[in-house]
C-alpha cells in the first residue's frame, strides 16, 4: 500500500525562525507528485507547495521550499521566516500514476508559532 | 477562475435522520471530484471519488453514499446516519494529477 508518513505530530517554532516539517512516503513508482498542504484553525485545506518527481531542483513558494531527496522519499518543509499566520496542520501528500488522480495524505503536523 | 463552493457549513442531525450535503465546482469542465472526512485532529480519509457524471467510485464501506448527477455537481448522502458518522467533510476538485486538489471550505457535521 502506498503511503505518507509524517513524523512529528507537533512542532513549535518562534516567530522569525526557521522550522522543517518532515515526510518519507513510500511508492515503487517513478513519477509521481509531491504536496504540501496547509490547514490553519479555518480548516480550509491551502495548497502551499508542489514538486514533480522528474524534476531535481526543490521547488520553492516565496518563505516556504522543499528539500526533495528521491533516493531516501524524502519531502521536508522549510518555513523560514516564521509568521503567527503560519500556525496550522500540515499535511504531506502524493499522486503516482497508477494511484490516477487520489492523492495519499499523511496525518499531519500541527505547528505552533510562538510569539 | 475556477472556484467550488459546499454547503451547509455546519450540520446538526439526529441518528437515523438522512443526509444531503452538495458541492459544485465552477469555472471548469469534467472536472475529477472528491469527499473526505477528517475527524477532529487527525488525516483525511477518501470516501468517494468520480472521474464523470454518474462514475462513482467507493473506497470505505460504510453508511454513505454519493452521486454525480451533473458533470460539476457532487452530493454526499446517507439514508440514516450514524453517531460514528459525524466529522468534517471536504469536497475537492482536480483537472490534472500533476497539480494538487482545490478544496472547499467543509461541513462540519454533528450527529446527536
Known amino acids: 500500500a502506498q503511503t505518507v508518513t509524517q513524523s512529528q505530530p507537533e512542532m513549535s517554532v518562534q516567530e522569525a525562525e526557521t522550522v522543517t516539517l518532515s515526510c518519507t512516503y513510500d511508492t515503487s513508482e517513478s513519477d509521481y507528485y509531491l504536496f504540501w498542504y496547509k490547514q490553519p484553525p479555518s480548516r480550509q485545506m491551502i495548497l502551499v507547495i508542489r514538486q514533480e518527481a522528474y524534476k531535481q531542483q526543490n521547488a520553492t513558494e516565496n518563505r516556504f521550499s522543499v528539500n526533495f531527496q528521491k533516493a531516501a522519499k524524502s519531502f521536508s518543509l522549510k518555513i523560514s521566516d516564521s509568521q503567527l499566520g503560519d500556525a496550522a496542520m500540515y499535511f504531506c501528500?502524493?499522486?503516482?500514476?497508477?494511484?490516477?488522480?487520489?492523492?495519499?495524505f499523511g496525518e499531519g503536523t500541527q505547528l505552533t508559532v510562538n510569539p | 477562475s475556477q472556484t467550488i463552493h459546499q454547503w451547509p457549513a455546519t450540520l446538526v442531525q439526529p441518528v437515523g435522520s438522512p443526509l444531503s450535503l452538495e458541492c459544485t465546482v465552477e469555472g471548469t469542465s469534467n472536472p475529477n471530484l472528491y469527499w473526505y472526512r477528517q475527524a477532529a485532529g487527525r488525516g483525511l480519509q477518501l470516501l468517494f471519488y468520480?472521474?464523470?457524471?454518474?462514475?462513482i467510485s467507493s473506497e470505505v464501506p460504510q453508511n454513505l453514499s454519493a452521486s454525480r448527477p451533473q458533470d460539476r455537481q457532487f452530493i454526499l448522502s446517507s439514508k440514516k446516519l450514524l453517531l460514528s458518522d459525524s466529522g468534517f467533510y471536504l469536497c475537492?476538485?482536480?483537472?490534472?494529477?500533476?497539480?494538487?486538489?482545490?478544496f472547499g471550505s467543509g461541513t462540519r457535521l454533528t450527529v446527536v
Open positions: 501528500a502524493y499522486r503516482t500514476k497508477t494511484s490516477g488522480s487520489r492523492l495519499t
Open positions: 468520480s472521474v464523470g457524471i454518474g462514475q
Open positions: 475537492a476538485w482536480s483537472v490534472d494529477r500533476g497539480y494538487g486538489y482545490t
